[in-house]
């Protein structure tokens, strides 16, 4: 798989996605995915970034706007959708694309800050998937939160699904 034929990415951004990809693969040969689930992980790690390099997108409205383009495309599963469509917020209704999709993209080994401690989340992800998943939700939002940005009601809601069981 790759990027789609529409993507504006940056070499660098491919070089990421490509990392994403490579991850959630790895998680799903670990995980004993079946194949039909491991393509739709793939499926959404090579289209989450997709549009982050076009000259409208920021942090915020890339996600979206990847999300309606594979729509307009053809891509028709809402998991995979709503997994690109809410990747830097989280999303309280998510299926296991979205999750794996959300670990893998702050796991993922290029990113340059604490690498050791995200090599070690990590590695612990095919075990402990939903542990992992509640650790990386927390490091994203706390620096949220000591960045003081407001906090989106989809990341506050995600919050509250994962802490509830
Ligand atoms: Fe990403």
């Known amino acids: 798989m790759n990027l789609p034929s529409w993507a504006v990415a940056t070499p660098e951004r491919r070089a990421h996605v490509a990392r994403v990809a490579g991850l959630i693969d790895q998680w799903a040969v670990a995980m ?27 942090e915020l409205a890339h996600g979206p706007a990847a999300a309606d383009r594979a729509a307009q495309e053809g891509e028709n599963d809402p998991g995979v959708l709503d997994a690109v469509r809410y990747h830097s917020l989280g999303y309280a209704h998510w299926d296991d694309v979205g999750r794996m999709l959300y670990l893998a993209d702050f796991l993922e080994p290029g990113r340059s800050f604490d690498r050791e401690a995200r090599a070690a989340l990590a590695a612990r992800v095919p075990a402990e998937r939903d542990a992992v998943l509640v650790e990386v939700a927390e490091r994203r939002i706390a620096w949220t939160v000591s960045s003081r940005w407001a906090l989106a009601p989809e ?11």
């Open 155 to 165: 990341t506050t809601a995600f919050w509250n699904a994962l802490v509830a069981g």
């Open 32 to 58: 004993r995915a079946p194949e039909g689930e491991r393509a739709r992980w793939a499926k959404a790690a090579w289209l989450h970034d997709a549009l982050r390099d076009a000259p409208a997108a920021d």
